[in-house]
């Protein structure tokens, strides 16, 4: 009988969530859904320096904000909990004293400045550096001098001879040879546990059946099956790794705070939607089958399956994911553009949250729904509608002050005034009329000067309906101020 699936996104969140970490989340999330299985949230937080509370509770939100749901972890509970490492200290202590007491750990009492020495000669030796095993053995003798000197021993496994062969589910066959492996570090001699004892005996204990994490980890991947076989678990009952494809930046290097990396936050801030998010990251390294970029959450779910993902690094490209967010803004209904806009426009001040205001709001999303890639755009394209005084940039006053857009601005005053019908279709024929049949303008120059007095900038909704937006008498009123 098949092993009912379950994945685990285990981050360790010393800052905000970035790119490769929701990445990760995305697919382990999508692979427990597909196959009906579970997905464990558990933090990795022995670090209390860099893992604080508030990283934490920003993870948590941020998942929650991206609408990846967990079945077991904080908040939500599991009869495998707790879900934070900081509470399972006393757990690592015991299976650390069982490894050792079973022979399959030891105590080392080697001293940061002798393992420098060591590995320094080891590299002048052309050799790789690593553990020597200088304290696999020691007499009860050389035990009792290390005590007396007040050494206290960190805990180190022993790599047993040989190699280390597993199947991971996106790379095939990968073996790691022992002598390459050298016996590592358990728990710190203050007691405290290092992550590779910790994430093992967590994800033995908490039943994970696969672990999808990032190319970076594959390196310690035998040494987290030499814990499973000091836990005493059998071959066929290790979860199965797959290991997924680096996120390079447009440097074709690993994608880093350098070369572009930024939090989820960040993209949150800037207006790109969770759902285009989480579209576009589950592109990289992982394709639906055809040449489909847009896809919903829901045919995430259904179409994913490990054998689709990639080994071959794959390139964050902002690009093609503001395409995708500009694509799920146009699919919002307006009620839904509405209740997401709003946020952007209360958090610049540009509006209070009024009944009128919001109206207005309503109003005018359909007219700039095509028009924009990130939410945050909202702000600059209705800012115009809730200012009694228009303010311009330098290139746009400068603009103004020609003596062509003058004579532009005038004509079109002159247009205007005996439109009483103020809808958008009676102000283009004005406008057309005057400008562009009367004064024989392009499109361009005709309406470019009329665009930057009655909005304040050269880039806006359409003109025309920004104008029926605005009324009649505040469209006027800013024609005529923008007279010199």
């Known amino acids: 009988m098949a092993r009912e699936v379950r994945t685990r996104f285990a981050p360790s969140p010393t800052g905000d969530l970035h790119v490769g970490n929701i990445r990760t989340a995305l697919f382990d999330w999508a692979y427990a859904r597909h196959t009906g299985g579970k997905l464990i949230f558990r933090i990795e937080d022995t670090d209390r320096e860099r893992v604080t509370d508030e990283y934490i509770a920003r993870a948590i939100e941020t998942l929650k904000w991206l609408g990846l749901e967990w079945d077991e972890g904080p908040e939500v509970g599991g009869e495998f909990g707790p879900y934070l490492q900081s509470q399972r200290l006393d757990i690592y202590t015991e299976w650390a004293d069982t490894f050792l007491k079973n022979g399959d750990a030891y105590n080392c009492y080697c001293s940061t400045e002798e393992l420098e020495a060591r590995r320094e000669a080891q590299r002048s030796a052309n050799q790789a550096p690593g553990y020597d095993g200088k304290c696999r053995n020691l007499s009860d003798g050389e035990i009792e001098k290390y005590r007396g000197e007040g050494r206290k021993p960190v805990i180190r496994m022993r790599m047993p001879d040989g190699e280390t062969r597993f199947n991971d589910l996106i790379r095939g066959e990968v073996v790691f040879e022992h002598k390459y492996v050298p016996d590592f570090v358990l728990m710190r001699a203050d007691g405290s546990p290092l992550y590779t004892l910790a994430v093992a005996v967590d994800d033995v204990l908490m039943k994970v059946t696969h672990i999808l994490r990032g190319e970076d980890l594959l390196s310690s991947t035998p040494r987290q099956i030499r814990v499973y076989q000091a ?6 009952d290790f979860p199965e790794f797959a290991h997924l494809p680096f996120v390079m930046g447009t440097d074709n290097t690993k994608l880093s705070k350098r070369n572009g990396e930024v939090s989820i936050a960040w993209y949150r801030e800037e207006g790109f939607l969770p759902e285009a998010i989480c579209n576009y990251l589950a592109l990289l390294g992982w394709s639906p089958g055809d040449d489909r970029e847009n896809i919903t959450m829901k045919e995430l779910v259904d179409l994913f399956t490990i054998e689709r993902v990639n080994s071959s690094p794959a390139r964050f490209d902002m690009k093609k994911l503001e395409a995708i967010n500009g694509d799920k803004i146009r699919a919002l209904s307006i009620e839904e553009f509405l209740k997401r806009a709003l946020p952007y426009l209360l ?20 007219i700039i729904q095509e028009r924009i890639a990130r939410m945050k755009e909202v702000v600059p394209m209705l800012r115009f509608l809730f200012v009694e005084e228009i303010s311009f940039d330098q290139e746009s006053a400068a603009k103004l002050a020609e003596s062509d857009s003058q004579k532009v601005i005038n004509t079109a005053i002159s247009a205007l005034e005996p439109v009483s019908n103020w809808q958008h279709e009676a102000i283009e024929g004005a406008l057309r009329s005057a400008l562009i049949d009367g004064l024989g303008l392009k499109p361009r120059n005709a309406f470019g000067p009329v665009r930057i007095a009655v909005t304040g900038s050269h880039i806006s909704p359409p003109l025309f309906e920004s104008m029926e937006l605005l009324g009649r008498d505040r469209s006027m009123a800013r024609l005529k101020s923008a007279v010199r």
């Open 231 to 236: 836990m005493g678990v059998k071959d066929e």
């Open 347 to 366: 958090k610049e001040g540009v509006i209070k949250g009024e009944a009128s205001e919001v109206k207005v709001v309503r109003d005018a999303l359909p």
